[in-house]
């Protein structure tokens, strides 16, 4: 397979149903931006902690998912979507995470480790893409489930980057007001 085509020279680009839309169209907005966080989720991987990079490789490999799922604007029974499914897994590692750490009393300053402060920076995107998949939804159809998954995907990613500082021992800052 070629990598380069040159049919997005002019600024279009094929959707999975090979319509052509806008690069700079809500949907394009909404799947890139999730295409974004993906790729600093990967950024953070290895780190150091094989359950979290476990946890991390699922959760890459259901932003994929919800890339396809947005590129397609009309998906058939047998195309890749987010489901319950995937939120219930997400929210799992959650659970699973939030049962090691000491509760949270305040705000906490994005940062610490590498791999911790990797992970705020892709929360940030997360919370990004949500919006962007909300604004798409306000004038397309959009599979629900996506949109849910993204929320607590955010809150997902909080928690590992507060783990992953935990377990490496940086002490977690609060704001000063």
Do not use: W
């Amino acid at each position: 397979m070629k990598i380069y085509t040159g049919r997005g020279d002019e600024g279009m680009t094929d959707l999975r149903d090979m319509s052509r839309v806008s690069k700079t169209s809500a949907r394009i907005e909404a799947y890139g931006t999730v295409d974004e966080a993906n790729a600093l989720v990967g950024t953070a991987r290895p780190t150091g902690h094989d359950d979290v990079d476990e946890t991390l490789e699922r959760i890459q490999n259901h932003l994929h998912v919800i890339q396809a799922d947005f590129a397609n604007p009309a998906p058939e029974d047998d195309d890749p979507v987010v489901t319950a499914t995937h939120v219930e897994e997400v929210e799992d590692a959650i659970d699973e995470a939030e049962a090691e750490l000491d509760p949270l009393t305040s705000f906490v300053l994005p940062g610490g480790s590498e791999a911790g402060a990797t992970l705020h920076h892709a929360r940030a995107v997360v919370r990004r893409a949500e919006r962007r998949a909300v604004d798409l939804a306000a004038d397309e159809p959009v599979n629900g489930e996506a949109i849910r998954y993204l929320n607590r995907l955010s809150d997902a990613l909080f928690v590992l980057a507060r783990l992953v500082n935990a377990r490496d021992g940086v002490p977690e800052e609060s704001p000063s007001y």
